[in-house]
Antibody
Framework: EMQLLESGGGLVHPGTSLRLSCVGS????????ISWVRQAPGKGLEWIGR??????????EYARSVEGRWKISRDESKNSVDLEMENAGVEDTAVYYC??????????????WGQGTMVAVSS | DIQLTQSPSSLSASIGDRVTITCRAS??????LAWYQQKPGRAPTLLIY???TLQSGVPLRFSGSGSGTDFSLTISGLQPEDFATYYC?????????FGGGTKVDIK
């Protein structure tokens, strides 16, 4: 079965840095674009950014809300796509999902989602 | 950035009803639109991509149409398991964005 599994969430103080991981199984993670999407409590979905596939050198794109502040990277040894969240604020409290692009293009819709990991930022 | 406006934001319907949700893009996104279903406490699931192509395993009562700036998702014969929130998403250019969502609940 093809799956994604996020980890690394928790309760952190404002200004803290946090690293979330997304591990894939049942398919070759490096062949796919992987995005991070978040959902604040009771709110809609917000695309945060994505890592392109290996054929596109794992280059990245970000939403304006996190560009320059957060970083998406791949760890081939862990078969993961990581989201490094620097200087988290209370507004970053959300469930964070990773999602797979269904084809090897930037227009692939998200056909596999992880179960999500909750990040709560509070003093 | 491309904005996606979904309407209505919520609706009440009965089992067996035909339901249509619309999604309007602020700029031409050709057919690069997807629809997702999300149930409470669960991750979204892909229903439609390319504006009108049904994802494998999705029931045939779901259909999508449109291109350019105007799109719609139709559920023909609402079933109990269809009560959920639906989101559109464009995949044309960065940043990718989602619509605000449409919650479908039981009348």
């Amino acid at each position: 079965e093809m799956q994604l599994l996020e980890s690394g969430g928790g309760l952190v103080h404002p200004g803290t840095s946090l690293r979330l991981s997304c591990v894939g199984s049942g398919f070759v993670l490096n062949d796919h674009y992987i995005s991070w999407v978040r959902q604040a409590p009771g709110k809609g979905l917000e695309w945060i950014g994505r890592s392109r596939n290996e054929a596109n050198a794992y280059t990245t794109e970000y939403a304006r809300s996190v560009e320059g502040r957060w970083k998406i990277s791949r760890d081939e040894s862990k078969n993961s796509v990581d989201l490094e969240m620097e200087n988290a604020g209370v507004e970053d409290t959300a469930v964070y999902y990773c999602a797979r692009g269904r084809d090897s293009t930037h227009r692939g819709a998200f056909d596999i989602w992880g179960q999500g990991t909750m990040v709560a930022v509070s003093s | 950035d491309i904005q996606l406006t979904q309407s209505p934001s919520s609706l009440s319907a009965s089992i067996g009803d035909r339901v249509t949700i619309t999604c309007r893009a602020s700029h031409d996104i050709r057919s690069y639109l997807a629809w997702y279903q999300q149930k409470p406490g669960r991750a979204p699931t892909l229903l439609i991509y390319g504006a009108s192509t049904l994802q494998s395993g999705v029931p045939l009562r779901f259909s999508g149409s449109g291109s350019g700036t105007d799109f719609s998702l139709t559920i023909s014969g609402l079933q109990p398991e269809d009560f959920a929130t639906y989101y559109c998403q464009h995949l044309n250019i960065y940043p990718l964005t989602f619509g605000g969502g449409t919650k479908v609940d039981i009348k």
